[in-house]
């Protein structure tokens, strides 16, 4: 009689226990997030226009599924699934400024277009007028072209999405996130955060005499001098490759913020990934020599 009440019990404790083992672990809701946004990139203009960008996305979000399936509930599947999230994001709004872009040099061509048909139908005022602002140079209109150019950067740059950009007492403020520029603990731009770059130096090279600050943050992980220092590297890489592809290097400088001025707290993934970034100050005034 005993021997059979301890083979219920055991029988009992066997079946408890595979059915709690047999629960699936649901996945985190990030994945789902990031499922969603590749749909969204995938029927949207990255498809016709930006289909490398959206292959990255592709591949980032099957790692994540993928992490999902080898371990359950995994904490890495959520910053993969981050990850893929924003490469979705990214591709889809890389596509619309590409097609913005192809829209604005049709509508430059238009505006030269008209110019051009103006100055031949009023040739003999035009030639007056061009030697008498050569001799009174008409500043306020400097001023308006210098405003006016500007403002095309600020929206170029915002069009393209690789970017944050916003305007404050310091300037126009670039805001680069840290992993789409570096690979972790390392300072050297990769070849794609090479071609992210390309634009914003393009736009940087044609907003001639305004000073550059370069200025790079990292989050509160490691020690404060290793931050520091990490920080001022990755900001030398990023102001080294935007002399090399056009801006004078007498009016950019770089500099290391290290875990100083979080912009998001530091006690989750994403709020780590925002710290890790790098900033680009375009500076009101005439640039100074370094």
């Known amino acids: 009689m005993i021997r059979f009440t301890g083979s219920v019990i055991t029988l009992a404790l066997v079946t408890a226990v595979g059915c709690a083992s047999s629960k699936a672990v649901a996945p985190p809701p990030e994945l789902a997030e990031a499922k969603a946004a590749y749909a969204q990139a995938a029927n949207g203009a990255a498809a016709q226009v930006n289909t490398a960008g959206l292959f990255e996305a592709r591949k980032a979000l099957d790692t994540a599924e993928q992490r999902q399936q080898q371990e359950p509930g995994a904490p890495e599947t959520r910053d993969m ?5 924003r490469k979705s994001q990214r591709a889809e709004v890389e596509a619309q400024a590409a097609i913005a872009e192809r829209e604005a040099q049709q509508a430059a061509v238009t505006i030269q277009q008209l110019q051009g048909e103006r100055t031949a139908g009023n040739e003999a005022s035009a030639e007056l007028r061009a030697k008498s602002e050569a001799q009174q140079p008409n500043l306020q209109e400097e001023k308006d072209a210098e405003r006016a150019r500007g403002l095309r950067a600020k929206t170029a740059l915002d069009n393209l999405g690789i970017a944050s950009v916003k305007q404050d007492e310091r300037g126009m403020v670039i805001n680069l996130a840290g992993a789409d520029l570096f690979a972790m603990n390392q300072s050297s731009l990769s070849s794609a955060a090479q071609d992210r770059l390309k634009p914003v130096a393009r736009t940087l090279s044609q907003m001639p005499g305004h000073p550059i600050v370069v ?29 090399s ?11 290391g913020r290290g875990n100083t001025s979080p912009v998001a707290g530091n006690d989750t993934p994403e709020g780590r990934a925002l710290n890790r970034r790098v900033e680009i100050i375009v500076q009101e005034g005439a640039s100074q020599p370094r």
Request: hydrophobic share 35%; proline share 0%; glycine share 6%.
């Open 81 to 85: 699934a981050y990850i893929a999230l």
């Open 245 to 255: 592809q056009g801006v004078e290097a007498n009016r950019i400088r770089a500099e």
């Open 215 to 243: 200025e790079g943050f990292t989050d509160n992980t490691g020690t404060d001098e290793r931050n520091l220092e990490l920080s001022k590297a990755r900001a030398e890489s990023v102001r080294e490759y935007l002399v």
